[in-house]
């Protein structure tokens, strides 16, 4: 089963749609025991890094993340859910993150923001969310992003007015800029990869 965490933050239909492509077991929901006993848990995020934070903590969706972290149990991060992973956002105020990945997510250094639009990604070698799908393009939408490269894991980068992490790959947890969810045939070739690495 797949628990795609529900904290008022998100494209949950569409993250729903999306992952049931790959596994007919989805369940959308932010009950602790389905959440910490599913194969894989999604944490999708739409918006301001903060509001996202405000609204995982309200429903216990940090607690959760992070005892999945220590049983080691596979968790994918989509957009801001991606950020939220990261110590700290300097959107708008600056609020700190969950710390499972050191770094600030900042402002994209570019002229026109958001980034909203399809790009390419230059996938971090022996990938395996981009196997098969190495050259392909992706759906991003947003302003701020993590720059620097996490050590001892897998980063796989864009550019839009300067490098950024596209997606990351550490150990049980992935986390990607983008929304594969959008990204049509490759962002469901994406999920395919993660859900049979479960």
Known sequence: MIAILDYGSGNLRSAERAFALA????VVTNDPKLCLEADGLVVPGVGAF??????????????????????????FGICVGMQILFDSSSEKTQ???????????????????PHMGWNTVKA????????????ETF??????????PIPGALNSLTNYGEDFIASVE?????ATQFH????????ATLIKNWVAAL
């Open 180 to 187: 594969p969810e959008k990204s049509g045939s490759a962002g």
């Open 170 to 174: 550490r150990d049980f947890i992935v």
């Open 95 to 113: 609020t700190s993150g969950l710390g499972i990945f050191s770094g600030e997510v900042t402002q994209i250094k570019s002229q026109i923001l």
């Open 124 to 135: 971090a070698e022996n990938s395996q969310l981009f196997d098969g799908i190495e050259s």
């Open 139 to 148: 759906y991003f939408v947003h302003s701020y992003a993590a720059k620097k």
């Open 50 to 75: 903060a509001a996202c934070m405000s609204q995982l903590i309200s429903v216990g969706g940090d607690e959760i993340i992070r005892e999945r972290v220590e049983n080691s149990k596979p968790i």
């Open 23 to 26: 596994d007919s077991r989805i």
